[in-house]
């Protein structure tokens, strides 16, 4: 796991986090060919910047959290996009609360809506890249429980990368540790001693929108044709 610290916090918006990001990874000297991933929306700036370094084509993960009845903020579980669909639950705490898989099918039905959405408006309804036999890279702008994260990690897992590399800017070491086996790498610039959200960790935090995210893809995908 490479996690060593570079005491730049904070970053000061998402593209320089990513500029960070991809000078730790182009250090690695990873194996071609290389697809990198982003978690939309927050994560696409930053991978567009990987992806550019990288000489990489830039494709998304889309991933929704599902939050505990009467606790949206509380995710219980994620859903991934895919033919079926990757649902992966928090064990610990869907048993505590005793919640029945009937219980979030509501929001179950949403978050595939929702993911369908995006494929259509980000990447115009096109399927995924292929990833067999390719070094995969996963970025997002941070992690903070890692449901989302961990949920698009076991999907990427069945699609048979030859590596699977985890890279964020930003994440407690608790989270990076649990998220550890699901990967067969982890680069992380900053573990904050305290983390109490992303967010505090970069100067320019606004949320990115639609646009935001198409704009990055565009970016990426004209880098790419250079």
């Known amino acids: ?36 991933l982003a978690l939309p929306r927050g994560g696409v700036p930053v991978a567009a910047e ?3 370094a990288l000489h990489a084509p830039l494709d998304l993960v889309l991933v929704r959290k599902i939050g505990m009845p009467g606790q949206r903020e509380l995710a219980v579980a994620a859903i991934v996009d895919g033919d079926p669909p990757c649902m992966v639950i928090e064990p610990s705490l869907w048993r505590d609360a005793g919640l ?18 995006r494929r259509r408006v980000y990447l115009h309804g096109r399927a995924p890249l292929p990833l067999d036999g390719r070094t995969v890279v996963v970025v997002d702008d941070g992690i903070a429980t890692g449901t989302s994260m961990r949920a698009a990690l076991k ?15 930003v994440a407690p070491a608790d989270t990076l540790a649990a998220l550890s086996c699901e ?8 573990q904050p001693v305290m983390f109490r959200a992303v967010g ?11 646009q935001g995210v198409l704009a990055a893809l565009a970016a990426a995908q004209a880098s790419a044709a250079l």
Not at 110 to 115: D, G, I, K, S, T
Not at 200 to 210: L, M, T
């Open 155 to 169: 999907a990427l897992r069945t699609r048979h990368p030859a590596r699977l590399v985890l890279a964020v800017p």
């Open 1 to 36: 796991m490479d996690t060593r610290t570079s005491h730049g916090l904070p970053f000061a918006d998402r593209a320089q986090a990513g500029r960070r990001l991809a000078a730790r990874l182009l250090e690695l000297k990873l194996a071609p060919p290389i697809t990198v």
């Open 100 to 117: 029945a898989p009937g219980d979030i099918e509501d929001q179950r039905q949403q978050a595939l809506l929702e993911n369908e959405r």
């Open 183 to 190: 990967v067969d790498q982890v680069v992380c610039l900053e």
């Open 200 to 210: 505090e960790h970069y100067v320019d935090f606004d949320q990115v929108d639609d």
């Open 50 to 52: 990987v992806a550019r």
